[in-house]
């Protein structure tokens, strides 16, 4: 079992910038590739970014790329989001999940078996 506790959301203005991050309880993170999802009102939850179990791979959406960094440390039981060039259309709420399949891209929210309560980002015009 891991529990997954999401902090650092906020308003910012356009262009401005935020970094998330994801605490998971337990000895076992390094196990898991780690993913951050968003969700938008009456919108579904989409992938954002994620990151293997050493960090060695990382997969973003083209939505975020070149703006967004997920990282993480191990050795602190955390993955991060660093979001620059926030954007109106990136207001959601984030969500961190953990998965323990084999790596692909971490696309997929379905292959998530933790997820943690999310931490809205509010990004002004």
């Known amino acids: 079992q891991v529990q997954l506790v999401e902090s650092g959301g906020g308003l910012v203005q356009a262009g401005g910038s935020l970094r998330l991050s994801c605490a998971a309880s337990?000895?076992?993170?390094?196990?898991?590739?780690m993913g951050w999802f968003r969700q938008a009102p009456e919108k579904e939850r989409e992938f954002v970014a994620a990151?293997?179990?050493?960090?060695?791979?990382?997969h973003s959406a083209d939505s975020v790329k070149g703006r967004f960094t997920i990282s993480r440390d191990n050795a602190k039981n955390t993955v991060y989001l660093q979001m620059n060039s926030l954007k109106p259309e990136d207001t959601a709420v984030y969500y961190c999940?953990?998965?323990?399949?084999?790596?692909?891209?971490?696309?997929?929210?379905?292959?998530?078996?933790?997820w943690g309560q999310g931490t809205q980002v509010t990004v002004s015009s």
């Open positions: 999940a953990a998965d323990r399949n084999y790596w692909s891209n971490g696309a997929l929210k379905e292959l998530y078996d933790y």
């Open positions: 337990g000895r076992t993170f390094s196990r898991y590739n």
């Open positions: 990151i293997s179990r050493s960090g060695g791979s990382t």
